[in-house]
């Protein structure tokens, strides 16, 4: 995979012309050295999530649990609360990383994540709606924001779908978009109806839902999510390619062989089942979305990768879950943890401007 | 392995680009049956032609709101006949109550003309500034700085009445603005539209992840955010609407004439400066406008977002991508939703109310939907 993807990088960045000077063995091996440096971050901060804060493990122990032997009190913390939390949090971090990455590639926007086009609105407010309305919780909010998820997308996509003729489909991106846009405006107006119509202590379940928390994180969330990321992400490999046919714009994709139509159906698939997934897991942590594939793509010089986007979604999940509920404690006189989605955007915003800020040189790699 | 490997030369044929102007429409048919002109008096008389046609249409827009201005002060809990309306305009008489209520909703139809003006105009502007169709206002941090700052004001300083809100949301909207811009306007080509876009998007997450870090942790600050949130234009009086007019005032004077500014944006900055624009300068003058208009708006009637997204595609759909036409447009069709909203959110609620903040999406998102199926979108 890394050698034709390196090479498909290097024809992607063309595109920019800051990177097009770069050669393309020099914009490879910057790939692989973020691609390892991303990934052992994400190792380390999955065992600071694990073994400390505010219960510590020592490492042996840890290796002894993971073996199977039984420690009073350490067992419970650590296999049934601390580790599902870190595994839920990397693998929703990569799944939102993804499927922001592809939004933005695929309709050349910075600005279309899910968060913005509908998708995790429309599970907002199913979940909110189930919270407030029926009185919802755990598992049942889960699944209601699945549907949510779902059901917006496949409206957002009937409604764009436009039989092409006439007008051809080079307007099938940004009317997709749009009417995202309108799903997205509408659902938000209910959340907030939802909010102001209800007790304030609701009100809060919801907003911490609305923020997306790791706190109700088990073994079943993360085999329900490892199974789908085992179907997504190798769906998501294949369609790397088309997806940089598609970053160059409708026609140039068809004229270099991608099946534009087709292509861009199973990206949006994908993208909305990675969304709606991670979603149904912890909420739609905020931010992780459409923070990670420009982070991506300033940290390779311009180019957009996948693989980096994941990487790059899984820190921020893991580094705000580790600061709201471990360090916030420390600090705020009350002592409650912050949930994870409350955190996101401290996180991975300031790191955002400043690669912006940085970037002097890099014109307009975004 | 090398790149070319996975580059197969394959001709494919393409139906005509989507962006050019009605290509499924023969120019003939288009005021030219016979062809029977020559080309230059063709096109001058076109033009002419669709000069007239977009002033009547102008026109036309502002008997609309008119309209709708006199539905928002009979319409409402207590329906006002149209005489009594009449006479409560021309001859008020304080001891009778149709006048009195009439002359009660005069401050609630002045909100939504100034706010949905203001932000109309403001919403063309930023998607001629970023040149994204996806900017709104909020773009630029204004929303999430103004409300970082109510929230700031209410957790803080216990700020309680809308009054104290406005400078709070004011003072938010300018900093989170100017910390924008300047860090898009840091690098050698300055605030080029993608960086501006993408330092408003993340300080707008850093923001509202803070803001969100008060409202989980103190309730009491989210009963009364909640309800400042959803956007309102009802409850506001005569000194909070002259608080903030002097701001709309300037920054619709500021924005309205930038349509010429904004056409040069449209065309990428390299062509803008070859016309003679200086880029720099006139980017940070319309943004100026747009973050003052954005800022009064938010600060009299709260978060309102849908009307500057979706009013400039509305739009676009008739005028076309000329600026000079779509800013006074949106001048006058931005408040027809507001208070249109705002009308409806009166009437299907009775007794109670839904504020114009979640009406305008309720009704505004469907009819965008429908016009963005039905016609072509006009790019930027």
């Given amino acids: 995979m890394s050698a034709p993807a390196g090479a498909l990088a290097g024809r992607a960045v063309a595109s920019t012309p800051a990177v097009a000077s770069m050669p393309r063995h020099r914009a490879r091996h910057r790939r692989r050295l973020v691609c390892a440096a991303l990934a052992g971050a994400v190792v380390v901060l999955f065992l600071i999530n694990v073994l400390l804060g505010t219960y510590t493990v020592t490492i042996p122990d840890f290796v002894r649990l993971l073996a199977g032997e039984r420690i009073p009190g350490a067992s419970f913390i650590v296999m049934e609360s601390k580790l599902p939390r870190a595994v839920v949090g990397t693998l929703i971090g990569i799944a939102f990383g993804i499927a922001g990455s592809i939004f933005q590639t695929m309709l050349r926007n910075p600005l279309a994540s899910p968060d913005i086009i509908g998708i995790s609105y429309g599970a907002s407010a199913s979940a909110v709606a189930a919270i407030v309305v029926f009185g919802a919780t755990g598992l049942a909010v889960s699944a209601s924001a699945m549907l949510g998820a779902l059901g917006i997308a496949l409206l957002i996509y009937l409604l764009s779908y436009r039989r092409s003729g006439r007008s051809g489909h080079s307007a099938a991106g940004a009317r997709l978009v749009l009417v995202g846009i309108g799903f997205a405006a509408m659902m938000q107006a209910l959340v907030s109806y939802l909010m102001t119509r209800t007790d304030i202590r609701t009100a809060q379940d919801a907003l911490v839902w609305l923020n997306g928390s790791l706190n109700s994180s088990n073994w079943d969330r993360v085999l329900i999510l490892a199974a789908s990321l085992a179907l997504l992400l190798p769906a998501t490999a294949l369609l790397a390619r088309s997806l940089r046919g598609l970053e160059m714009g409708d026609d140039a994709a068809a004229g270099l062989g991608v099946r534009v139509a087709p292509s861009r159906l199973g990206l949006v698939v994908t993208a909305v089942l990675l969304a709606a997934v991670a979603t149904a897991a912890a909420g739609p942590v905020a931010f992780v979305a459409f923070l990670s594939g420009p982070i991506a793509r300033r940290l390779l010089r311009g180019a957009g990768s996948l693989a980096v986007s994941a990487l790059v979604g899984a820190v921020i999940v893991l580094a705000a879950d580790f600061t709201g509920a471990n360090l916030f404690p420390l600090y705020l006189t009350d002592g409650t943890s912050l949930p994870v989605g409350v955190v996101t955007g401290a996180l991975g915003a300031p790191f955002l401007l400043w690669l912006l800020v940085t970037a002097n040189r890099v014109g307009r790699g975004g | ?380």
Wanted: aromatic share 6%; glycine share 14%; hydrophobic share 55%.
């Fill in chain 2, 1 to 380: 392995m090398g790149a070319e490997a996975h580059l197969p030369v394959r001709a494919v044929p393409r139906p005509p680009a989507d962006g050019a102007p009605d290509t499924h429409y023969p120019i003939a048919a288009r005021g030219d049956e016979a062809g029977l002109l020559a080309p230059s008096t063709l096109a001058a008389s076109r033009e002419r032609a669709g000069i007239g046609r977009m002033v009547s249409g102008l026109v036309l827009a502002l008997g609309v709101l008119a309209l709708v201005c006199l539905a928002s002060l009979a319409f409402g809990a207590r329906q006002i006949p149209f005489e009594t309306l009449v006479q409560a305009l021309t001859n008020f008489d304080p001891a009778n109550g149709d006048h009195a209520v009439v002359h009660a909703r005069i401050p609630r139809t002045v909100t939504g003309l100034l706010v949905g003006a203001a932000l109309g105009v403001a919403g063309t502007a930023m998607q001629g500034v970023a040149r994204n169709p996806l900017a709104d206002p909020g773009i630029l941090g204004v929303n999430a700085g103004a409300a970082l700052a109510v929230v700031t004001g209410i957790y803080l300083f216990g700020v309680a009445e809308l009054t104290g809100y406005i400078w709070f949301a004011f003072a938010g909207a300018a900093l989170a603005a100017a910390v924008v811009y300047g860090i898009a306007a840091i690098g050698r080509e300055g605030a080029t539209p993608i960086k501006l876009a993408l330092a408003g998007a993340a300080l707008t997450a850093g923001l509202s992840s803070l803001m969100n870090g008060v409202l989980v942790s103190s309730q009491d600050t989210l009963d009364a955010f909640r309800f400042w949130q959803i956007g309102s234009v009802g409850g506001r009086g005569w000194d909070a609407i002259g608080a903030v007019l002097p701001f709309i005032a300037a920054g619709l004077l500021l924005t309205l004439f930038t349509g010429r500014l904004l056409n040069n944006f449209a065309l990428g900055d390299d062509v803008a400066r070859g016309l003679g624009q200086r880029v720099g300068l006139s980017r940070a003058f319309t943004a100026l406008g747009v973050v003052v208009l954005c800022g009064a708006a938010t600060a009299l009637a709260g978060p309102i977002a849908f009307v500057g997204l979706v009013i400039p595609h509305l739009v676009r759909s008739f005028t076309g991508p000329d600026y000079r036409w779509i800013l006074p447009y949106a001048l006058l069709l931005a408040p027809v939703l507001l208070l249109g909203a705002d009308i409806v959110g009166r009437l299907v609620a009775l007794p109670g109310e839904i504020q114009a903040g979640i009406m305008t999406a309720v009704i505004g998102a469907p009819v965008f939907i429908w016009i963005v199926r039905r016609r072509k979108t006009a790019g930027l």
